[in-house]
């Protein structure tokens, strides 16, 4: 059974800096890629960032270029977001998700991804 979790939420400062990890388990598959998604109240769900097994490429949204970073842990299965200059407008529940196959990192479509994680809070406070 695959499995995300999500940790390292929490409330911060503008200008702040926190880094999530997405623990996953349960994967026995060649290809895939994890994605960070973010969901603020009455907003749409919209990726974040994407990094691909295949070849370690990276995809970041232009709201977060710059600042976030993806990377990954193969050793601890593990793949983490750093994020760094942290605003307001950052503020969202995050989610990784993980699509299981074949893929494209970008354009991030919700739909593409087969398992998620439950979500962790990040609170940028002004």
């Known amino acids: 059974e695959v499995q995300l979790v999500e940790s390292g939420g929490g409330l911060v400062q503008a200008g702040g800096s926190l880094r999530l990890s997405c623990a996953a388990s349960?994967?026995?598959?060649?290809?895939?890629?994890i994605g960070w998604f973010r969901q603020a109240p009455g907003k749409e769900r919209e990726g974040v960032s994407c990094?691909?097994?295949?070849?370690?490429?990276?995809y970041y949204a232009d709201s977060v270029k710059g600042r976030f970073t993806i990377s990954s842990d193969n050793a601890k299965n593990t793949v983490y977001l750093q994020m760094n200059t942290l605003k307001p407008e950052d503020t969202a529940i995050y989610y990784c998700a993980a699509i299981t196959g074949p893929h494209t990192i970008a354009p991030m479509h919700r739909d593409d991804y087969d398992y998620w994680g439950q979500g962790t809070q990040v609170t940028v406070s002004s």
């Open positions: 349960g994967f026995t598959f060649d290809h895939y890629a």
């Open positions: 990094i691909s097994s295949t070849d370690g490429s990276t």
